[in-house]
């Protein structure tokens, strides 16, 4: 920090003392009316071990904005009614996220919230010229699960890439892949998304500490989001020529990790060391004006934007306890009737997809001629904390699941009832060979959807709007050969367009007649 003129008001601490104390009670009786949300979010940081830096990021705001506390003392604390705006839509984001039980856009909605207050107690200047420290409160939000899937694959692309390089020979089916020395597979531990999550926190403080321009700011933190991913990708690879080079012996237990960590801090460290080159210790000399007084002139009075504050903030929970009130609507019993002679028939494999929270399920197999196709559904009659439509604990099969592996998921287009669409599909590999071809999507309002982003946001909608929202998982599988998926494919095309009236009239409580 620069070396700060003596010439501070004498009065800053009576300037500063009611409001700050004011603005602390508000965000104190903000974090009461919201913390299911505030809970979810200490919930998480405490069970895993990726985001449990979030219990640091309040303390480093805090000690960010402490170190400021003198150009801060310069500025005269004055509500400002435009963050009234910002608390407004961070209300609305909240009670949509809450409707949808979107965990991650609630707990952001909070934060907006929480920023949103201390803009209209103590003004825009203060917002402006403590803005790193306020915005830094974002990396409190445990989010990024989202990025696993995509990380594993670019992991999967890497190692296999790399090891055909080395002159290995590799067989890759999805994340599994086989070389001469042994099997693989890349898991959710293996997306770096832990390392990723921990070098773009460091890297971003780092950047904001060391450097005094934003493009130098900018550019490191930039850097600190590329070389994670490539020194996971690496750190992958490693292991596996070290268990290839050990005969299977090493690097697979708990060295396998240790390998891990010692590899990545090892980056991150040279990584730090290099961007030290650059660093920019020198302050920029004090402007002739910052002995005066910011914004100085007759503050206005804090009591009635205390007031607004604790309505506009206060509508959106009592709002959702109004919803999460209401009774359950009547629930539809599913039965559907064979359809183009479609048989009910004994079930043909023992796979069981993992749906929570439903409250209908029907799980059936058909078969017409020599044909099979399991159908299940799983009907949700309005959305609710661990009973959504879309939750991310609705999957095919689980991690290291030890009969079924899932060898390759993806939105595909399907051609059903001469009508092109999107569906989720699925390609599973029981440990005895049989093999599944999985297709999956969700009927909202009587349309087919596979876009959880559109699903969750409609839903919600309907919710807060008190509308039905009600949904519908369709999944449907088929056996098919190693070399058979096609005609799998075409099976499940026409039982999904042979069935689609009685599946959309389950959700008028239709029977499907």
């Not at 007759?298 to 306890?321: D, H, M, N, Q, S």
């Amino acid at each position: 920090m620069n070396a700060l003129p003596e010439t501070l008001p004498s009065d800053a601490r009576s300037r500063w003392l009611p409001p700050a104390l004011l603005t602390a009670a508000v965000l104190l009786a903000l974090t009461a009316m919201f913390w299911p949300t505030v809970h979810s979010m200490v919930e998480i940081w405490d069970r895993s071990e990726t985001f449990t830096h979030g219990y640091l990021i309040f303390p480093i705001s805090a000690w960010l904005i402490w170190r400021q506390r003198d150009e801060l003392a310069r500025i005269q604390p004055s509500p400002d009614w435009r963050g009234l705006g910002l608390l407004a839509a961070s209300g609305v984001a909240w009670l949509l996220a809450d409707a949808g039980s979107v965990g991650v856009v609630a707990q952001y909605g909070f934060i907006g919230m929480f920023i949103a207050v201390i803009w209209t107690l103590l003004g825009g200047r203060f917002v402006r010229a403590a803005f790193f420290p306020l915005a830094f409160l974002l990396f409190a939000v445990p989010v990024g699960e989202f990025l696993i899937p995509p990380l594993m694959e670019v992991t999967a692309d890497f190692t296999v890439a790399m090891l055909q390089v080395t002159g290995i020979p590799v067989y890759r089916e999805g994340l599994f892949f086989s070389i001469p020395s042994g099997d693989w597979s890349v898991v959710e531990g293996c997306s770096g998304l832990r390392y990723l999550i921990a070098s773009v926190t460091l890297g971003v403080l780092y950047a904001y500490l060391t450097y005094r321009s934003w493009k130098r700011r900018l550019l490191f933190s930039l850097a600190a989001v590329v070389v994670p991913v490539f020194a996971n990708s690496g750190r992958a690879y490693m292991i596996v020529m070290i268990a290839h080079f050990s005969d299977m012996k090493l690097a697979l237990g708990v060295d396998h990790y240790i390998y891990g960590w010692v590899f990545f801090g090892l980056v991150m460290l040279l990584l730090f060391w290099i961007g030290s080159f650059w660093r920019e210790d020198e302050a920029p000399p004090a402007p002739p004006a910052a002995a005066t007084l910011a914004g100085a002139g007759k503050p206005r009075p804090i009591v009635p934007a205390v007031v607004a504050t604790l309505v506009v903030a206060g509508l959106w929970p009592a709002y959702a306890a109004w919803l999460s009130a209401r009774p359950l609507p009547p629930l539809p019993e599913l039965q559907l009737r064979a359809a183009a002679g479609w048989q009910p028939t004994a079930p043909f494999t023992d796979w069981v997809p993992h749906w929570i929270g439903a409250d209908r399920t029907l799980r059936q197999s058909y078969a017409q001629a020599d044909q099979r196709v399991m159908l299940e559904l799983n009907y949700y009659a309005t959305q609710r904390q661990d009973a959504e439509l879309i939750n991310s604990q609705n999957f095919m099969i689980r991690q290291k699941d030890p009969v079924w592996s899932n060898v390759g998921e993806g939105i595909v287009t399907a051609t059903i009832g001469g009508v092109e669409r999107p569906v989720r599909q699925a390609k599973l590999r029981r440990a005895d060979g049989q093999r599944l071809l999985v297709w999956q999507w969700n009927l909202i309002n009587g349309a087919p959807t596979v876009s959880d982003h559109k699903a969750k946001l409609v839903l919600a909608l309907d919710r807060v709007r008190l509308r039905r929202d009600d949904g519908l998982s369709v999944l449907i599988a088929a056996p098919y050969e190693d070399t058979q998926q096609d005609a799998a494919a075409a099976v499940l095309a026409r039982f999904a367009a042979d069935m689609a009236p009685a599946l959309a009239a389950t959700l008028d409580g239709v029977d499907g007649q």
